[in-house]
């Protein structure tokens, strides 16, 4: 079996071999950094981090790991962590100043959460579903029997999930007579509190879900914090599908929208860009390439596998590109209610055809076959 071939700065005459230090298989998973495509020029921001590369967390029942503007500069607008639970164990009873939203990757686990108004939540959720908890909002997650790893996005870049209120923490650091007063309860049942936060921590796997509901006596939150994305007919089209989730049809999620879009072999993310927000990715499975333009003769391009984060500034037209033998499964994620992308080859079928066609020196004849009609996924 012949050795895979080093991957050299090289396009036709130009460049040449790098005989210097390197890392081989970082180049090999960039090689539209290494060797970019003719159209690339300029300098633009990274636009791309890898949750390998991150700090992970590990503690008594699982490990976290996060991507925030810390790691990525450019990312102002949000943030993800990438969590596991083993089976039972806890992401302890806390809140946040941002809001939650998450997307199960693998396993299951039961979710719970009580509002403003003493209005209670308490759900089972499975891979490819959603969740969505509100700022400020108490809230816990607990592994069911097979363990659970999910993404969770912020709706702030600088959010770090290693700043959470945390109830554990509340009560270490509040005196003990002020807790006893505060719930009627004497000294000496306060003996075992946790000194220190808590954060993640072992447990049993809970009894079914029925057995574990609580009767709140203002009733239910009025909107559901879960929605099953996976059950959620997607859109087809010729190249892969998608599925937006949004307030439409998530209204809970009145802070985050999304897309689980999947792309088939040799099939293409259109050229688009978002008109009200920044673009957060975080990619499933297969392997692809992002080509950004930035305006002003800048554009490059960034090759992503599964784990990697990648990042669109507000209005950077962009396309993505499934370079792989298996489809390209990636979440594209914003900090508004609502999804919307603007379609180039639309917005082209829409003007009338003889403006795009001088624009471009085209015939005319070419901008007319375009479809009026947004496919988001070609090939």
Request: charged share 25%; glycine share 8%.
């Amino acid at each position: 079996m012949n050795p895979e071939p080093i991957p050299q700065p090289e396009r036709g005459l130009s460049g040449g071999p790098d005989t210097g230090p390197r890392n081989v298989e970082l180049d090999r998973q960039n090689p539209d950094l290494l060797t970019p495509p003719e159209t690339d020029a300029g300098t633009l921001p990274n636009l791309k981090f890898s949750m390998s590369m991150a700090h992970t967390r590990i503690e008594d029942g699982g490990w976290t790991r996060e991507v925030t503007q810390r790691e990525l500069p450019i990312a102002t607008e949000l943030a993800g962590v990438d969590m596991k639970l083993d089976p039972g164990a806890y992401r302890e009873l806390h809140w946040h100043k941002q809001s939650e939203w998450a997307y199960v990757l693998d396993g299951s686990c039961r979710i719970g959460a009580v509002d403003q108004e003493g209005r209670n939540f308490l759900e089972d959720v499975e891979k490819g579903d959603l969740w969505f908890f509100p700022h400020g909002v108490p809230h816990h997650i607990q592994a069911l029997d097979e363990g659970v790893e999910f993404l969770l996005v912020f709706d702030d870049g600088q959010f770090s999930e290693n700043s959470t209120f945390m109830i554990s923490d509340f009560f270490a650091h509040t005196p003990r007579s002020v807790i006893a007063k505060n719930f009627g309860w004497v000294p000496e049942q306060l003996d075992r509190l946790p000194e220190r936060e808590k954060y993640i921590f072992s447990g049993q796997v809970p009894p079914p879900l029925e057995r574990d509901q609580v009767v709140s006596p203002t009733g239910d939150v009025p909107r559901t914090f879960k929605h099953r994305l996976l059950a959620q007919e997607p859109e087809h089209f010729h190249g892969g599908q998608a599925r937006v989730a949004d307030s439409t049809n998530f209204a809970a999620a009145d802070t985050i929208s999304a897309a689980l879009v999947e792309i088939d072999p040799g099939g293409l993310r259109e050229l688009h860009w978002h008109p009200t927000d920044d673009e957060w990715q975080y990619y499933i499975s297969g392997h692809g390439r992002m080509g950004v333009f930035a305006s002003s003769g800048l554009n490059r391009t960034f090759n992503y596998r599964a784990g990697d984060v990648g990042y669109v500034p507000f209005a950077y037209g962009h396309y993505i590109e499934n370079t792989g033998r298996e489809p390209l499964v990636f979440l594209e994620m914003f900090r508004n209610p609502k999804f919307e992308d603007i379609s180039l080859s639309q917005w082209m079928a829409n003007t009338p055809p003889q403006v795009a066609a001088d624009a471009l020196n085209l015939p005319r004849h070419v901008v007319e076959s375009i479809p009026k009609t947004k496919a988001r996924i070609t090939i």
